[in-house]
């Protein structure tokens, strides 16, 4: 699981969006889990998680205030909470720190003010200690916060930082906390980590803002131009292959620049903020830098939502990972193994969707009580039109997920001049031969939760992801027997309902 923690102020300005949106988008914050609001109240929400058969746990997010009587209420209402013996992490902005270290600039702090120690420092230290809170440490600059003045003025403190329990360090022992770069607020987001990392691998997948770019046009015209011999479906299946193939360095290195460029100015402000907690300060010009390169990531940043905003499905700006964490096996036993949780779903939907045996012959079966016409047989198996496929094809949704051929249904609809006469040849030498090539008919067969907490397998609906030309297909045959089938079909066969 991913957790990020960020005190943001003003998160009605139009800065905090696309710099909530790149964070989510970078490392992904996600979790499989059940959550459960234990307590809310000005300086804290407390919630409960649970993980399948993970031991629940309590996250407390804190906004502490500035004012140390303040605090004492939300230091009483912690350990009251801690007491009770479950995991608990409370994390976020603690507004006090525990070492003279943990400041830079500004006044100095100095043990001999008793009046500033006790309030500032002891009385969150005999917060920790008593009740046997843990800082689980961080990786990034050491300092979360700044007021983001100009020369003796300016000061940086670590206000935010997370701390857990005994208890919650076992249960997640591979923990990690990030200080991640202070863009658009004076607090840095913290971001806690309990994942082990899983690799994805992520196809190849035609983009909508590629569109926008005449190169685009170009490639395609030349992977469509080259000879290919053989069948139509044979050459549209090879010139479909060839269009895959300049895309992936091209995108990287024109379209894909912007988000290079993210990363780029991304280091450099970590660089100039390492730098200024090392030294205490920049120079002017560093600093005249380190303003630049923060309005150069807004300004990118907002580029980047043009582009998500473009992207053919909402789903794939958030980016989060709907993994099964968690399966029942057939003797009622949780398991978290991948390989078990792949060996028990593909067990379990192999039962039930391979076809069984069945007694009898079709002689023994009542004949229907209404038969296609001559006429209706006539229309249902006549040549196909290029107007039937062209209508077909601009029915299609075409922001829909692609299948295994990565080209949604948009690729076909706007690059028709280039591809339709082609699409339209193959798909009419299906209907004369009532042979399909096999890429054609590749499927991706998805998972989707029918329940909350899902931990068994017919928790889970499987839904299928096929080639537009596969779609196109079938939304003609469909068409076709759409004029027949009231007749044919009784009204409680529901599952011939449309839709």
């Known amino acids: 699981m991913k957790v990020i923690l960020w005190n943001y102020r003003g998160a009605g300005k139009p800065s905090f969006a696309p710099a909530f949106r790149r964070i989510v988008q970078q490392h992904s914050p996600n979790g499989s889990c059940r959550l459960d609001v234990f307590h809310v109240c000005t300086q804290e929400v407390v919630v409960v998680i649970s993980e399948g058969s993970r031991v629940s746990w309590v996250p407390a997010a804190v906004y502490a205030s500035t004012d140390f009587r303040e605090r004492r209420i939300l230091w ?18 603690f507004n006090c720190i525990v070492d ?9 702090f100095l043990y001999e003010r008793p009046f500033l120690y006790e309030r500032k420092v002891k009385e969150f230290q005999d917060f920790l200690t008593s009740s046997g809170l843990i800082d689980l440490g961080f990786f990034g600059s050491r300092f979360t916060w700044c007021n983001n003045q100009q020369g003796q003025t300016r000061v940086w403190e670590r206000l935010d930082r997370a701390c857990a329990t005994a208890g919650w360090v076992q249960c997640f022992p591979d923990l990690h906390v990030s200080h991640l770069p202070r863009i658009a607020s004076d607090h840095c987001p913290l971001l806690v980590s309990t994942d082990t990392y899983i690799p994805v691998r992520h196809p190849f997948r035609f983009e909508k803002i590629w569109l926008c770019y005449l190169r685009s ?7 469509w131009s080259a000879p290919v011999r053989r069948d139509a479906m044979y050459r549209v299946s090879r010139r479909l292959e060839l269009t895959r193939r300049q895309p992936r360095r091209w995108n990287r290195e024109k379209v894909g620049d912007i988000f290079r460029r993210i990363e780029e100015s991304e280091e450099a402000i970590i660089g100039l903020q390492a730098r200024e907690d090392q030294r205490g300060g920049l120079a002017d010009v560093e600093m005249g830098e380190l303003r630049s390169l923060l309005a150069l990531h807004d300004g990118l940043l907002r580029q980047q939502e043009i582009f998500w905003r473009q992207k053919s499905r909402a789903t794939v700006i958030r980016r989060h990972q709907n993994r099964i964490r968690v399966i029942r096996d057939e003797e009622g036993q949780l398991s978290e193994d991948p390989e078990v949780i792949q060996r028990i779903l593909e067990s379990f939907f192999r039962a039930r969707w391979t076809e069984q045996p069945m007694g ?6 009542a004949p229907p009580l209404s038969r296609v016409s001559e006429e209706e047989t006539a229309a249902l198996i006549s040549p196909v039109s290029d107007r039937e496929i062209r209508e077909a094809v601009r029915s299609l949704a075409g922001d829909k997920a ?11 609809q706007r690059y028709w001049m280039i591809v339709g006469r082609d699409m339209m040849a ?3 030498q299906f209907f004369s031969t009532a042979v399909m090539a096999e ?13 909350q907490d899902a931990t068994e397998p017919g928790h889970f609906c499987p839904i299928s992801l096929c080639t537009t030309l596969y779609k196109a ?6 068409g076709r027997l759409r004029d027949v089938l009231p007749r044919l079909i009784s009204p409680e066969q529901g599952a011939f309902l449309e839709g």
Request: glycine share 8%; net charge negative; aromatic share 10%.
């Open 76 to 93: 009483e209402e912690a350990s009251q909470l801690i007491n009770q013996g479950f995991p608990i992490m409370v994390a976020g902005d």
């Open 360 to 365: 009898g012959s079709s002689a023994d079966m």
């Open 217 to 223: 046009w170009e490639m395609v015209r030349e992977a």
């Open 426 to 428: 193959a798909i009419q």
């Open 402 to 412: 692609p299948g295994p051929d990565s080209f949604p249904p948009l690729f076909f």
């Open 100 to 108: 003279p270290q943990e400041k830079m600039g500004g006044r100095p």
């Open 439 to 451: 890429d054609w008919q590749r499927t991706f067969i998805t998972l989707i939760s029918k329940w």
């Open 473 to 478: 297909t079938t939304r003609i045959l469909a």
